[in-house]
């Protein structure tokens, strides 16, 4: 049996005026946890979108269980739980209701479900309250409780920890990683907390600019965000050399902003600050840091003045 | 489907506006009752004769079931869990179709039978009385399939509620003008008006083919929108 879950194969989604998807290749693989990362308008929402039917691509292939056509994406979504964006609710009726209407559209015989998935998410003493006297984070957890109604095996959750309390986030965290464990569950997440996504996820997925840039596991990701010297000097190409002829490392990188990165002599910052001294380098910031996903990420991107920020 | 339709039907009996709607309804249709009564020869045509001024009110009533439902991504949650959405619309339909025809043809059956318990009023019509009937639930079903038209064209509350609203005046301006006895035959608001005031002129078979007319243009206009729309 294939372990391939979603499949995609140059998937285009096209606006009036914008490419929001530009010839996505992409393969999710089951039993992983997946964090979806990318700027507002990267594009990621949008490819939730296609996959779960909400929206049609513009050109493209999209498979999910190894089934492409209309008709057999339609029954294979059927297997999919999911929350994009806000989560859709009923404000007017309880967390009950809402479940209720799930459980009565899905077809789920079993009424107890309800119960279950609301005690899962922390919702279960909510009683005649209704949905719209919820707080954001317990809009955000009924969201969740609704996508987790009909155990499937593939979990899509857009944002999930938006408005959470830190305990709150904690909790989904632990949620995430015990569906997957127990039920090995698929899960693709989207989220702006990298940190957390970090926490969670084990496999990466980098967007922008409606493009995936980057698929990178844990592991990797370790890898590259290995502790390091993080070098600032006025003339960074110099330094190079220098650390080059008299360190005899090439274990360095040169970042997009000017900052130098030596993965050696961790444990001997002032022979590297002596060396470059001796060099008649200026160097203005010396330090032993690591990188977090929120760096490696704005790296990939081409550094921290891609971002977009607001213009007054 | 059935699970389509149960939905639907669990939230309509549980939203307080159609409940609103509906005894709102029956109260101002009630109320309108003592301007129609002279007009008519019974309690049924009189309450039928203000069916189109109570119009507004199914309108309020699609922007709330049908255009909130898009508005707050319910309803693309049967899309997500693999409705088809020839289903999902035909489901739709029919639920708003019956909460429709509960809230305006409810005074009908109130005045109906208070007229006939009270008044020993005959329901008696020129062209029969299962005819009449028939003509008059064909006609509530295109008049309503307006607003679930624009409700799936616009997928939005505000819009759902203000552009057949517009037009809901405008018709009523229409139908007072110089050519109003032609517009109230081909419009599904006016052959109401015409049958409250058994006027069917030329025939009612004629009025039952408009509606259907009306029925298959609005429903495919709305299918064709929704089948391949992208929604929010």
């Known amino acids: 049996m294939s372990s391939i879950i979603l499949q995609a ?3 285009t989604k096209k606006y009036r005026h914008t490419v ?20 507002n308008g990267a594009g990621k929402t949008t490819f939730l979108r296609l996959v779960t039917g909400l929206a049609f691509p513009t050109s493209g292939t999209l498979g999910l269980w190894g089934k492409s056509s209309a008709k057999d ?7 999919i739980g999911c929350m994009i964006e806000t989560p859709a609710l009923f404000p007017a009726m309880t967390a009950y209701q809402n479940m209720e209407i799930q459980r009565i559209q899905r077809g789920i015989p079993d009424k107890t479900v309800i119960e279950k998935t609301l005690n899962v998410v922390g919702l279960k003493d909510t009683g005649k309250k209704s949905v719209r006297n919820f707080s954001l984070g ?5 969201g969740i409780a609704i996508a987790l109604l009909n155990t499937p095996e593939f979990l899509i959750l857009d944002e999930p920890i938006n408005g959470l309390d830190p305990a709150g986030i904690v909790e989904v965290r632990n949620l995430l990683k015990s569906l997957n464990k127990e039920y090995g569950m698929t899960i693709l997440v989207s989220s702006h907390i990298l940190e957390e996504l970090y926490q969670t996820a084990t496999e ?8 995936i840039i980057e698929e990178i596991s844990d592991q990797e990701l370790n890898e590259r965000c290995k502790r390091h010297i993080a070098i600032k000097a006025t003339d960074p190409q110099k330094a190079l050399l220098v650390l080059e002829e008299k360190l005899h490392t090439e274990n360095f990188k040169l970042m997009p902003d000017g900052t130098i990165r030596l993965y050696d002599y961790l444990d001997d910052l002032e022979k590297v600050a002596a060396v470059l001294s001796d060099a008649h380098i200026l160097v203005t910031g010396l330090s032993v840091s690591g990188d977090t996903l929120e760096d490696y990420f704005l790296s990939k991107i081409g550094g ?4 977009k920020s607001p213009k007054y | 489907m059935l699970n389509l339709l149960n939905t639907e039907f669990y939230k309509l009996f549980h939203s307080r506006y159609f409940w609103g709607i509906v005894t709102f309804n029956l109260f101002l249709s009630s109320v309108l009752l003592l301007d129609s009564i002279g007009e008519t020869s019974s309690l049924f045509f009189a309450s039928l004769y203000n069916v189109p001024i109570l119009f507004f009110l199914a309108i309020v009533f699609s922007a709330l079931f049908v255009g909130n439902d898009f508005g707050q991504r319910t309803l693309q949650s049967y899309i997500i869990a693999g409705h088809n959405r020839g289903q999902v619309l035909l489901a739709k339909l029919i639920a708003y179709q019956i909460a429709c025809i509960t809230i305006l043809a409810l005074p009908l059956l109130v005045h109906g ?3 006939r318990v009270c008044f020993k009023e005959s329901f008696v019509s020129v062209s029969g009385n299962l005819y009449t009937v028939l003509a008059v639930v064909v006609s509530l079903f295109a008049m309503c399939l307006l607003p679930f038209f624009f409700a799936l064209l616009f997928r939005d509350i ?10 809901f005046f405008l018709m009523i301006f229409l139908m007072n003008g110089d050519q109003a006895l032609f517009i109230s035959r081909i419009l599904p608001m006016g052959q109401l008006r015409l049958i409250a005031l058994q006027q069917f002129t030329p025939s009612m078979v004629q009025f039952v083919f408009t509606d259907f007319l009306w029925i298959f243009i609005l429903y495919f206009g709305a299918y064709l929108g929704f089948r391949h729309s992208d929604l929010k």
Do not use: C
């Open chain 1, 9 to 11: 194969h140059s998937l």
């Open chain 1, 20 to 39: 929001a998807l530009d010839h996505i290749d992409l393969q999710i693989e089951k039993g992983k946890i997946y964090g979806f990362i990318g700027q």
């Open chain 1, 73 to 79: 994406l339609q029954e294979q979504r059927k297997r």
């Open chain 1, 138 to 142: 317990m809009r955000q957890r009924l």
């Open chain 1, 204 to 211: 990466f997925i980098l967007i922008d600019k409606g493009k």
């Open chain 1, 304 to 307: 921290s003045e891609n971002v």
């Open chain 2, 113 to 115: 039978l208070i007229g």
């Open chain 2, 158 to 167: 505000g819009k759902t509620l203000a552009v057949p609203m517009v037009l």
